[in-house]
């Protein structure tokens, strides 16, 4: 068989690929849930059961994902998982170690009964733990990876502002969310952050430090 005739069998296999994921990803209704659940369960490290996914969610590196019994994503989410050996080691890196964290870099596990609300980001290249019966809320994000606008190393040299070029200075850390964490509408979780069970994090907040159990957080730096 030839080269071009096995890219062509290549590239008919993911176009049909990618269309079914594009159908299915917008599929109303009872019959759209199921068919994504049926879809996903074949290709996340792990799928519990009474998983419901609504339309427009993205997912990449799905088997790197992992969402217990009862959880709900909804609408136009954004949840990235990826190789633990992802190489990053061209950049100006700082590692923020989080002592909560058990899992792998890359890995994403959101436990049970919790919902993801729309437009909620998560980005799991350091590794992100979600406890059980949490919530983000509208627009909620968690980066375990983001750019910073300075060398972490060396604050006085002049580096390039443009993420994902060159050096492009970065910062990575495990982000872990205990048990009935509840992440306010808009609020941003920076790497290396571990929130204790109980805990409320306000609207419109950006959450740099750590917090114990039965906090109560807000503001920008959160507090």
Known sequence: MSIIVITCIKFL???????LLTFLKNLDGVSGY??????????????????????????????FISIGND??????CIIVGSPENMDISHRYLKLRHNENYVGKRGEIS?????????????FGYGGVCIGNNSAISTGGKLYSLTSVPYNPFDRSEIVSI????????????????????????????SPGVAIGNNSF??????VMDSFNEN???GGSPAK
């Not at 296999?13 to 269309?19: E, P, R």
């Not at 959101?110 to 998560?122: D, E, F, L, R, T």
């Not at 443009?162 to 205990?178: A, D, K, Q």
Request: charged share 20%; proline share 3%.
């Open 13 to 19: 296999f993911h176009f049909i690929n990618d269309s």
């Open 34 to 63: 199921k068919l994504r659940y049926y879809f996903y369960k074949k290709r996340f490290k792990y799928l519990g059961t009474n998983v419901r996914i609504d339309t427009g969610v993205e997912f990449i590196g799905m088997e």
């Open 71 to 76: 959880t709900y994503i909804d609408k136009n």
């Open 110 to 122: 959101i436990g049970m009964n919790c919902h993801i609300s729309q437009n909620a980001m998560i």
């Open 162 to 189: 443009m993420p994902y070029e060159g050096v492009s200075p970065t910062l990575e850390g495990p982000i872990v969310l205990g048990e009935n964490v509840w992440i306010g509408i808009d609020t941003v979780v």
């Open 201 to 206: 994090v306000k609207s419109f907040s950006f």
């Open 215 to 217: 906090s109560y957080i």
